[in-house]
């Protein structure tokens, strides 16, 4: 079918999907390196279907992982040249989905997990350019639920896909439907599957803050209100005083400057409260996905002035602040909660990055460390460090990506920081997109040249699979 008779079906929005068979099929952008090792016997699995892992919270309960790297790292099994964006793959059934900026063009891509082969394409053309002169790609990862893909582009367009081959089930304009302003970044929330809601931080126009979508055919089933707009913080589910809650921590872009944590009641959309919580100025957003603490507390931050806060909800949702850190501010990284502690990376800016930890029940920091070192790059030894890196807890360990591509396993504990040990795939600039891990292999995604190799933007998949 010709592009023309396409747009003439189609309209503006055209699409392209490609390669549909039941098969995946090599293509031009794949680099093959070698298979991975056969999983230990014993190993636990899982898959990673959405942005922080299978249970929101970057922790995976993947076991027998690869904690010793290689000198020159972990072996790549293979890898695929990618386009512009921020966003991590989304990986279930042996299924990875990959949404990126390849030519002008937002595009869906569904890999073989283990060989990169390529089952399907969906593409549509899309009209934006940073305002900050930063990637003009999407932000937000996919979500894979029930045999079905979802993303949210940059640009507010939300799709459905069929996972098996890539058809189109339904699509929703939200900026359009909705009146969402832009935002700093364009809009970079990833959705949340929940029973049969697929729960957007959308911010729209008319107080229409949160929308509920049906997710087998895309129509609104509720629209939580409030004055709060889109942020790039996604949402979760809280199981507050034994009822489900979801949580957005809301505020981007607004003069005054507004947002805060939204508790919502999933069944009605009602909001049962609205804790207050950004920077003071303008040119701040929200970004750090909330985490649940205990049965009736969720963990915010921020990192321009306000910092971390504990907030305790009442068997009413009412909410209110146990504690706050002003030096436990997450920028865009989600910290981790693991035995009554919280370890996360502060700081707004690279050279005052640290990671942390700091007492969940009380807020007091127990240590922080810049975890820095020195690298030779050119002849000259330079210093280097985890930066604004993000952690995921899998195998007893923290498996740390730094912002320049350093991969990390670290031993955290309440006493410190300890490195298990430490590689360098690649040494490129804005490696935000969180790892994503799924039966012992790990995905990284190189979002900017590669200083060593000089290697374009690409997604690479690793063999951490232990002996």
């Given at each position: 079918?010709s ?9 503006t929005g055209?699409?392209?999907?490609v ?8 293509f ?7 298979a991975?090792?056969?999983l ?5 699995t899982s898959d990673w279907?959405?942005f922080?892992?299978?249970t929101d ?6 076991t027998?992982?690869l904690?010793a790297f290689?000198?020159g790292?972990?072996?790549r099994v ?6 512009e964006g921020?966003a991590?793959p989304a ?5 990875l989905v ?13 890999l073989?997990?283990e060989t990169?082969r390529?089952?399907w394409r969906?593409a549509y053309p899309?009209q934006?350019?940073?305002r900050f ?5 999407p932000r937000?990862?996919p979500v894979?639920?029930?045999g079905?893909v979802y ?7 939300l ?5 098996g081959n890539?058809?189109l ?7 359009v439907?909705?009146?969402?302003p ?5 809009l970079?929330s990833s ?8 729960v957007?931080?959308?911010g729209?126009s008319q107080r ?6 049906d997710r087998?055919d895309?129509?609104e089933v509720?629209?939580a209100e409030s004055?709060?707009?889109n942020?790039y913080a ?6 507050l005083?034994?009822?489900d ?11 005054p400057?507004t947002?805060?944590?939204?508790c ?6 009602h909001?049962?409260s609205?804790?207050?919580?950004r920077?003071?100025?303008?040119y ?5 996905t909330?985490?649940?603490v205990g049965?009736?507390a969720?963990?915010?931050?921020e990192?321009y002035?306000?910092g971390?806060?504990l907030?305790r ?5 009412e909410p209110?602040?146990?504690w706050t850190?002003?030096?436990f501010?997450?920028h865009f990284?989600?910290?981790v ?5 919280l370890y996360?990376?502060?700081?707004q800016?690279?050279g ?7 007492d969940?029940?009380?807020g007091?920091?127990?240590?922080h460390d810049p975890?820095?070192?020195?690298i030779e790059?050119?002849?000259?030894r330079k ?5 604004r890196?993000?952690l995921i807890l899998?195998?007893?360990?923290f498996?740390?990506l730094?912002?320049f591509?350093s991969?990390l ?9 300890r ?9 490129a600039a804005q ?5 994503a891990i799924?039966?012992g292999l790990l ?5 900017s040249?590669d ?7 690409r997604l690479i998949c690793?063999d951490v699979?232990?002996?």
């Open positions: 079918m592009r023309q008779l396409v747009a003439a079906i189609f309209g055209l699409i392209a999907c390669a549909r068979g039941a098969d995946p099929a090599p031009d952008r794949l680099t093959f390196h070698a991975p090792k056969p230990a016997e014993g190993a636990a279907p959405r922080l892992g299978p919270n970057a922790r995976s309960p993947e027998k992982l904690k290689p000198p790292g972990p072996t293979w890898e695929v040249a990618k386009g921020y991590s990986i279930a059934a042996a299924r990959l949404f990126h900026r390849l030519d002008g063009q937002e595009t869906v891509e569904c073989d997990a990169g390529r089952f969906f899309v934006y350019e940073d002169n930063y990637s003009a790609g937000n990862s894979i639920s029930d079905r993303t949210f582009g940059v640009t507010g367009v799709h459905c896909l069929d996972l890539g058809s089930v339904w699509k929703r304009d939200v900026r439907d909705y009146g969402v832009e935002s700093f970044f364009g970079g959705p949340l599957a929940y029973g049969k809601l697929l957007l931080n959308a729209g229409r803050s949160v929308i509920a979508f087998t895309g129509k509720w629209c004055e709060w707009g942020s996604s949402p979760i589910v809280a199981r005083h034994g009822a809650r979801i949580m957005v921590f809301a505020g981007a872009e607004s003069d400057p947002g805060g944590l939204l919502i009641d999933p069944g009605t959309g909001v049962d609205a804790f207050p919580w920077a003071k100025i303008v701040s957003v929200n970004a750090s909330p985490v649940a049965e009736d969720v963990f915010i931050s990192s002035t306000q971390g806060t907030v909800f009442s068997p009413k949702f209110g602040p146990i850190n002003k030096k501010g997450m990284i989600t910290p909660l693991r035995d009554g502690h996360g990376i502060d700081g800016h690279q005052e990055a640290r990671l942390a930890c700091v969940a029940a009380t007091g920091e127990r240590w975890l820095n070192w020195e790059l050119g002849g000259e210093r280097i460090g985890v930066c890196g993000n899998a195998d007893g360990a498996l740390c730094g912002e591509g991969l396993w670290l031993d955290l504990s309440p006493s410190g920081c490195v298990i040990s430490r590689a360098q795939p690649f040494l490696s935000w997109a969180p790892p799924s039966r995905y990284l995604a190189q979002n040249r200083v060593l190799s000089g290697a374009e933007p690793y699979r232990g002996p």
